[in-house]
């Protein structure tokens, strides 16, 4: 534990750039509604506004702003993807999730850190929830330029927190303790990582009847790995980086 508390702190200081971006994302005033001009012209505060509106009305020209360019890099197409994801596309849905389960690197981690975390509701949820399992490669350190190394399990509690707002009540020996999550781990004073994971895994499971029906509430079980591979390929050839 001991060591993850010190790989946190790093992470944590070298990671603002990702978590100002995505934070500013989430807490656009829900009651701006920007102009189309401006979303055309590509401007990041009005498409992100846009997706945070809830106006479907705006899928359209966001449609539009998203093929212009890559999805996986960092402009105007990546900005409406998100947004129209936020809005419920089940297309812009779809490209995250892919990204988000099959992608590399900083593409991954983009995903993960950004768009899943701006994006929010069951989908969300679903995505994130599939990193607090026993795989072995969840507890191994994802590596990226935009974030420091670390455990994918744990960079996805971090996304939940800021989705959910809550966290798990756990019994732990013969003591329940109710678990309020802190990016300090201070509550969570001789525990292992493990049981942390375990915590928040079984406390999503439990809670899956009141947090499937936050929106948008899209979920891609069984998951279609060749349509993925098929968009993957796609947006790494727009972006110049086609894969082998």
Not at 19 to 48: C, F, H, T
Not at 126 to 131: D, F, M, P
Not at 179 to 187: G, I, T
Not at 222 to 243: Q, W
Request: glycine residues 6%.
């Amino acid at each position: 534990m001991r060591r993850f508390k010190v790989v946190l702190v790093f992470w944590i200081v070298l990671s603002v750039p990702c978590r100002v971006q995505a934070q500013r994302a989430m807490n656009a005033d829900v009651d701006y509604k920007p102009s189309i001009q401006w979303i055309e012209a590509g401007n990041e505060d009005a498409i992100l506004a846009a997706g945070n509106s809830g106006d479907t009305s705006y899928i359209h020209v966001l449609r539009s702003v998203s093929k212009r360019k890559s999805q996986l890099a960092e402009g105007p197409g990546r900005d409406a993807q998100m947004a129209l994801a936020k809005l419920g596309d089940k297309e812009a849905l779809f490209e995250i999730a892919c990204e988000f389960r099959h992608g590399e690197g900083d593409y991954r981690a983009d995903a993960l850190l950004n768009k899943v975390s701006y994006v929010g509701g069951w989908f969300a949820i679903e995505n994130l929830s599939t990193l607090l399992n026993n795989r072995p490669e969840n507890a191994n350190m994802f590596v990226s330029h935009i974030a420091p190394p670390q455990p994918a399990r744990f960079m996805a509690i971090d996304s939940l927190i800021n989705i959910i707002h809550r966290g798990p009540t756990v019994e732990l020996g013969a003591v329940k303790r109710p678990v309020d999550y802190s990016p300090e781990f201070k509550k969570f004073s001789g525990w292992t990582d493990d049981q942390v994971v375990e915590a928040w895994a079984n406390w999503i499971t439990s809670h899956k009847a009141e947090l499937e029906v936050k929106q948008p509430s899209a979920s891609f079980s069984p998951f279609p790995d060749a349509k993925c591979e098929k968009y993957y390929r796609k947006a790494r050839a727009k972006l110049g980086r086609p894969l082998p």
